[in-house]
């Protein structure tokens, strides 16, 4: 059984900035990438940004230049999100794809003045 626990998540101002973490645990055979995906009020699920076993990475066009994928330890990934505005309030998703894909719970993210 694999766990992905979420934190980092709150109410921020336009213009500010948050870190979200990601811990996973478990029986884990192989980890392929980890990313975070963000699902809004009345809209999908959308990829936000993920990072390969290899370190490559790939963003939504909405947050290149602002938010940035890392691996902190091998089952651990955060995502520094900067130059916040209201249209990334949403409930973001920490995902891990190893086989097949789990999910976190999710960690609200709100944007607002």
């Known amino acids: 059984q694999v766990q992905l626990v979420e934190s980092g998540g709150g109410l921020v101002q336009p213009g500010g900035s948050l870190r979200l973490s990601c811990a996973a645990s478990g029986s884990i055979f192989r980890i392929n990438r980890m990313g975070w995906y963000r699902q809004a009020p009345g809209k999908e699920r959308e990829l936000v940004a993920l990072?390969?076993?290899?370190?490559?990475t790939n963003y939504a066009n909405s947050v290149k230049g602002r938010f940035t994928i890392s691996r902190d330890a091998a089952n651990m990934v955060s995502l520094q999100m900067n130059s916040l505005t209201p249209e990334d309030t949403a409930v973001y998703y920490c995902?891990?794809?190893?086989?097949?894909?789990?999910w976190g719970q999710g960690t609200l993210v709100t944007v607002s003045s």
């Open positions: 990072m390969t076993s290899g370190g490559v």
């Open positions: 995902n891990l794809y190893s086989l097949i894909d789990y």
